[in-house]
């Protein structure tokens, strides 16, 4: 029985980890904000214990890591102005990583990034020693997150591995929700790869990484079939039966008041390699491509039926 703790544990793929490993019989330290809530109650009587914290004040992480032997940091931020981009990834992994040295018992320290720092290579695919290019905000901040870590990992051999995720679905967050909610937009002319991970793969991954990834290593966690926007979300349309999507200019998106690091992830093309990642966990994906999910969800003979 191993120790985790998960920085995130509220989250969608945290609360999905945490029940993961109490299932398998682990404890686990859930981080969170706000202890009241739903699922960190849920998790709670399944076990887990809750840390109230907040990984942009070290004040509330004393202690946190004592007698854990993995850390996942799975925390994100949805706000983009005011610092708090760089407050959450880049501080809170700086104020995590301390803790964790303070502990002594870590053995193990991954934190999901995402595909930011690649910035927009096109059509190529991309392994993990692509040069950094960001272009937007996120992806500046993605990388100064990374270079702190990595930089405890070199300078300390503190055990960092870190992910670089593509787009995280599964139940509840769902392209094929999005497309029949209309929440599904085209910025461009859509023929930018988009990298997706199913997150029952994703967490057979976490799950695997302490003991099998290599520390001091980045990883591109993808499926082995990016594809393009506009075949994904025509490919959904034509199952549900409506008509091929639209497209909007990016100047459009602007004029709405998108933001522009917004704007610029939903038009980056990103085609990750998953080679590194699928050769050290020797892993076969559950859902290879977006259209495993498809024909799970959205069979050809359901959608036929739709489109009558
Ligand atoms: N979703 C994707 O498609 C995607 C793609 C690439 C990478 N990633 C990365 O994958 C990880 C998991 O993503 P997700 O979709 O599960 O995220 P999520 O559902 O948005 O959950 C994020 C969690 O982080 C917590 N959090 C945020 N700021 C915090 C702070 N300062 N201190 C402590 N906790 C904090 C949130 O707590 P509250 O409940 O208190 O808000 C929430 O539980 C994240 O690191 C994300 O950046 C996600």
């Given at each position: 029985?191993?120790?985790?703790?998960?920085a995130?544990?509220?989250?969608?793929?945290?609360?999905?980890?945490?029940e993961?490993?109490?299932?398998?019989g682990?404890?686990?330290?859930?981080?969170?904000?706000n202890?009241?809530?739903?699922?960190?109650?849920?998790?709670?009587?399944?076990?887990?214990?809750?840390?109230t914290?907040?990984?942009?004040?070290?004040?509330?992480?004393v202690?946190v890591?004592?007698?854990?032997?993995?850390?996942?940091?799975?925390?994100?931020?949805?706000?983009?102005?005011?610092?708090s981009?760089?407050?959450?990834?880049?501080?809170?992994n700086?104020?995590?990583?301390?803790?964790c040295?303070?502990?002594?018992?870590?053995?193990?320290?991954l934190?999901?990034?995402?595909?930011?720092?690649?910035?927009n290579?096109?059509?190529?695919?991309?392994?993990?020693?692509?040069p950094?290019?960001?272009?937007?905000?996120?992806?500046?901040?993605?990388?100064?997150?990374?270079?702190?870590?990595?930089?405890?990992?070199?300078?300390?051999?503190?055990?960092?591995?870190?992910?670089?995720?593509g787009?995280?679905y599964?139940?509840?967050?769902?392209?094929?929700?999005?497309?029949?909610?209309?929440?599904?937009?085209?910025?461009?002319?859509?023929?930018n790869?988009?990298?997706h991970?199913?997150?029952?793969?994703?967490i057979?991954?976490?799950v695997?990484?302490?003991?099998?990834?290599?520390?001091g290593?980045i990883?591109?966690?993808?499926?082995?079939?990016?594809?393009?926007?506009?075949?994904?979300l025509?490919e959904v349309?034509?199952?549900l039966?409506?008509?091929?999507?639209?497209?909007?200019?990016?100047?459009?998106?602007?004029?709405?008041?998108?933001?522009?690091?917004?704007?610029?992830?939903?038009?980056?093309?990103?085609?990750l390699?998953?080679?590194r990642?699928?050769h050290?966990?020797?892993?076969?994906?559950?859902?290879?491509?977006?259209?495993?999910?498809l024909?799970?969800?959205?069979?050809?003979?359901?959608?036929?039926?739709?489109?009558?």
């Amino acid at each position: 029985m191993a120790y985790y703790l998960i920085a995130g544990a509220s989250g969608y793929v945290g609360s999905r980890l945490a029940e993961r490993l109490l299932t398998a019989g682990h404890r686990v330290r859930g981080l969170v904000r706000n202890p009241d809530t739903p699922t960190v109650e849920r998790l709670a009587a399944r076990g887990m214990s809750v840390w109230t914290g907040d990984l942009t004040r070290p004040d509330t992480l004393v202690g946190v890591a004592e007698s854990v032997s993995a850390v996942y940091n799975l925390t994100s931020c949805l706000v983009i102005k005011n610092g708090s981009l760089r407050h959450t990834f880049v501080d809170g992994n700086q104020h995590l990583i301390a803790a964790c040295s303070r502990a002594r018992s870590v053995r193990a320290y991954l934190f999901t990034s995402n595909v930011a720092a690649y910035g927009n290579p096109g059509a190529t695919l991309v392994g993990e020693d692509h040069p950094i290019a960001p272009t937007h905000a996120l992806g500046t901040v993605m990388v100064a997150a990374e270079q702190t870590i990595m930089q405890a990992a070199r300078e300390h051999r503190f055990p960092a591995i870190i992910l670089r995720c593509g787009s995280i679905y599964g139940p509840g967050r769902d392209p094929i929700d999005a497309v029949a909610q209309g929440v599904a937009t085209i910025y461009g002319d859509g023929r930018n790869f988009v990298s997706h991970i199913h997150v029952d793969d994703l967490i057979n991954m976490l799950v695997a990484l302490p003991s099998e990834g290599q520390p001091g290593a980045i990883y591109n966690v993808g499926d082995d079939q990016p594809m393009r926007l506009i075949e994904l979300l025509s490919e959904v349309r034509q199952r549900l039966g409506m008509v091929p999507p639209r497209t909007f200019s990016p100047a459009s998106a602007l004029a709405a008041g998108l933001d522009p690091a917004i704007i610029g992830m939903l038009t980056a093309s990103v085609r990750l390699d998953n080679r590194r990642l699928k050769h050290d966990l020797h892993l076969t994906l559950r859902y290879p491509s977006l259209r495993t999910w498809l024909d799970e969800r959205l069979p050809t003979e359901t959608a036929i039926s739709v489109g009558v």
